[in-house]
């Protein structure tokens, strides 16, 4: 993904409710310098039930609904503030809505999708299925906003595993973060470990290992950010870091990879991962990976620093 990216797609319910989600797209936009592309889909007529065929009762209801619709765009955009300038277009279209923000995405060459989740993220399972959708089946990364976050950003948490899937997503996300987040925003790369049989008291050597790991990969991977990044280890799971945090303390945004062939159900990090999507309290940045610049597509200095090793310009030879 280009970090440079000029549209954010935003999918909206054009209600107040969707208000929260449509401003935190806003924000990201102005922040990034880009300009907003709402979009909104909906079930005409025709579908909802009834005979086949368009009649001219279902025309002029769809047509009605279509006006109808427009009017509440325009309301939302001028409730919300939203400049002329600002404005990279909007589109009322029919079709699933995941399917519908999936073609747009395309068709106005956003670099983020911006889209709310639903139902209480207190409640297991209840996680928005457009959100969900759009992430198994989008080419750029996804934003889930759950109500609205604080801004400018201020913390954010980068949950990784030390693999070449999780560097190559590591890196995507600190390129777009670069353009959304301040310098000095704390950022944290965390590393999930087994807790079991750790020890009170002093570190262990395996404890010292790997955070020393944890702190290499960042190194080899965190080019691009001026700030700082935090490095620590965890030994619960991310959600139950995530709602252990207090008030101001807690992370404003979780960056998550998403596999190329399987998309959310096969988040980094696994099961845990996806329970962070479905209940967590924080947004969740969806990053899907390069499927190009993975193993063997990658280049040869990125695959080197991904890996840990030297690069040195030269194809190595191996005897």
């Given at each position: 993904m280009d970090a440079g990216f000029e549209t954010v797609l935003i999918g909206t319910s054009l209600d107040e409710a969707s208000d929260a989600v449509v401003i935190t797209g806003l924000e990201i936009a102005r922040a990034a310098g880009a300009r907003v592309f709402l979009a909104h889909a909906c079930q005409r007529p025709w579908e909802q039930g009834g005979g086949p065929g368009l009649t001219e009762d279902r025309l002029e209801r769809m047509l009605e609904m279509e006006e109808a619709l427009a009017g509440r765009m325009k309301e939302q955009i001028l409730r919300l503030g939203i400049g002329e300038e600002e404005l990279a277009g909007t589109a009322i279209e029919d079709g699933p809505a995941h399917w519908v923000l999936i073609d747009l995405a395309d068709h106005c060459e956003a670099g983020?999708?911006?889209?709310?989740?639903?139902g209480s993220p207190h409640r297991s399972g209840l996680f928005g299925s457009t959100a969900d959708r759009v992430i198994r089946h989008s080419t750029v990364p996804v934003l889930m906003a759950r109500d609205r976050p604080r801004a400018p950003l201020e913390r954010?948490?980068?949950?990784?595993?030390?693999?070449p899937l999780s560097a190559e997503v590591f890196r995507q996300g600190l390129s777009l973060l670069s353009r959304i987040v301040p310098d000095e925003a704390m950022l944290e790369a965390v590393?999930?470990?087994d807790g079991r049989g750790r020890?009170?008291?002093g570190p262990l050597a395996?404890?010292?290992t790997a955070l020393a790991d944890?702190?290499?990969?960042?190194?080899?991977?965190a080019v691009w950010r001026k700030g700082r990044i935090a490095t620590w280890l965890l030994y619960h799971g991310?959600?139950?870091e995530l709602w252990a945090q207090p008030g101001e303390w807690r992370s404003d945004l979780v960056v998550l990879g998403a596999d190329a062939r399987e998309g959310f159900e096969r988040l980094l990090l696994g099961r845990m991962a996806a329970d962070v999507v479905r209940q967590g309290p924080a947004s969740v940045l969806v990053i899907p990976p390069a499927p190009e610049r993975i193993h063997a597509g990658l280049p040869a200095e990125v695959g080197a620093a991904a890996e840990g090793r030297p690069y040195s310009g030269a194809a190595s030879t191996m005897r």
């Open positions: 983020l999708i911006v889209v709310g989740a639903t954010v948490l980068m949950p990784v595993d030390l693999t590393m999930v470990r020890q009170p008291g395996a404890e010292v944890l702190e290499g990969f960042v190194e080899r991977n991310v959600e139950e």
